[in-house]
């Protein structure tokens, strides 16, 4: 279902999926699915040896995942990126990555009789999630980026999670425990705080919400929960923290950037939610890179085309998109602007050679419609970069590796065209991501980006420990 309105909805049951590329069942755009008593086996990686997942939750989805059997997958058995997701009496085996890996921008609701056998790793995931192995003292500490692993919690001991939050609104922690009669407390303390601003205890699903107002704000932004286990037996826990974020509007476009938001007859005005996704993206610019975008207008839907750049740094939309579509649509448009009003002839004749050099071989390209022209070709590069620049990164090395080295090349040069002066004449450049985060009762799109150096191959060198600054 094609709006952002109507989400696509699908019942899959009682099916054998086996031998897929990428992913057995890969579940997008906001969509409510059930899938139940399937099994889901041996999910392959593709040629740039990534994913492999038996199921991939992405983008915002609502699953109900009850009494499947995920068994052989190369990648993870579930990759829960994003969504609101529910887990009963599934089998997962033989994965080669994690059995479960739960991404920040999930939210898990109660999940009961899961089985692990023979993966990798039972249970994984980003820390904003998950915590990595048993703490050595009571009051471990972690950094909210850190790639790590599940959170242990024994008997008398507490873990701590600490994490940002820039925004007056409404902030939810909340604790998932995968231990039957666990007993745990959770406790959320604001800047400097020592009595606790809200506690749950002894469920399942522990959860408290506090309104943060903005003279909190003003007093700090590292917030902590803490995790105590006061139950006889070691806790296997799953922390989520939704922090509130600002939701620009249009007006606020025009306002803050003078960019002109317009819609043309037969088409509505942009909605606030559209809105808050053009703000997002916008706003993670540099002012270099937004000042190429003069105007950006709905239009009624075209069958044939999602978006068009007519010069002077007009952009045209058509009909209306989902939260992912729409942001990678309005930044490929915003590519072709940058390309048309802030590349310079020399870097343009570069970029022409390399699309020369790229042939039809599509593993030079971020994708098949990237071959149209070196202009699609850039647009294309570019919101890739914006979208997810980690694996388009690890992608283009690992075609390098094989011996085609023309992607990573345009790689280097998107690095270069986010290049930033930093302290000391450093010079530094911009890594993007595009996440969607949800909790229970809100899904949001989030442009995130972090500076970083570089190496002496002209690519960006990430850190261990990533702090993205969000938008």
């Known amino acids: 279902m094609d709006s952002p309105d109507v989400p696509s909805q699908a019942t899959v049951l009682d099916n054998t999926l086996k031998g897929n590329v990428r992913a057995g069942i890969f579940i997008t755009e906001e969509s409510i699915a059930v899938i139940e008593n399937n099994q889901i086996l041996d999910t392959a990686r593709d040629r740039d040896n990534q994913y492999g997942h038996g199921v991939w939750v992405a983008d915002g989805a609502q699953v109900s995942l009850t009494g499947n059997v995920v068994a052989g997958s190369q990648g993870h058995g579930l990759f829960i990126e994003s969504g609101r997701v529910a887990l009963k009496a599934n089998r997962i085996t033989a994965s080669g990555r994690c059995g479960i890996f739960v991404g920040e921008g999930a939210w898990l609701a109660p999940s009961s009789d899961l089985e692990f056998a023979d993966n990798a790793q039972s249970l994984c995931g980003t820390a904003a999630t998950l915590r ?11 950094n909210a ?44 303390f604001g800047p400097g705080q020592e009595t606790p601003y809200a506690q749950a205890r ?103 085309v999602a978006g068009t750049y007519t010069g002077m740094g ?6 209306p998109m989902l939260r992912r ?3 990678f649509v309005f930044i490929h448009e915003m590519g072709h602007a940058v390309q048309d009003r802030f ?64 992607l990573l090349e345009k790689v280097k040069f998107m690095a270069e065209l986010f290049k930033q002066i930093g302290p000391n004449d450093s010079v530094l450049t911009l890594v993007y991501q595009v996440r969607m985060k949800t909790d229970d ?31």
């Open 325 to 327: 579509t729409l942001s």
């Open 132 to 142: 990595a192995a048993t703490p050595p003292d009571s009051s471990s500490s972690l």
């Open 202 to 304: 002894n469920s399942s699903v522990l959860s408290v919400t506090v309104d943060v107002p903005s003279e909190t704000i003003s007093l700090g932004t590292r917030w902590r929960a803490v995790i105590h286990n006061v139950g006889p037996t070691n806790a296997l826990v799953i922390p989520q923290i939704s922090v509130p974020v600002r939701q620009g509007s249009c007006k606020d476009i025009t306002d803050e950037f003078g960019i002109l938001i317009d819609h043309a007859d037969g088409a509505p005005p942009f909605s606030d939610v559209q809105c808050a996704v053009l703000y997002s993206s916008l706003r993670a610019m540099p002012p270099e890179i937004r000042r190429t975008v003069t105007s950006v207008t709905n239009n009624p839907p075209d069958e044939q």
């Open 441 to 471: 009762e809100r899904t949001r799109l989030l442009v995130r980006r972090v500076l970083v150096s570089f190496d002496s191959d002209g690519l960006p060198v990430l850190p261990a420990t990533i702090e993205w600054e969000e938008f």
């Open 343 to 406: 590349v310079t002839s020399t870097q343009n004749a570069r970029w022409r050679e390399l699309f020369r050099r790229s042939g039809r071989d599509l593993d030079n390209f971020v994708s098949d419609y990237a071959r149209t022209n070196d202009h699609e070709d850039f647009a294309e590069t570019f919101a890739t970069y914006i979208d997810d620049a980690l694996g388009l990164l690890q992608i283009a090395r690992e075609r390098a590796a094989r011996g085609k080295p023309i």
């Open 145 to 188: 980026e850190e790639p790590l692993q599940p959170v242990v919690v024994k008997p008398g001991e507490s873990v701590t999670l600490s994490f940002i939050v820039a925004q007056p609104g409404r902030l939810k922690a909340q604790a998932v425990t995968l231990t039957q009669d666990a007993s745990l407390v959770l406790s959320l």
């Open 314 to 319: 007009r952009i045209n939309l058509f009909g």
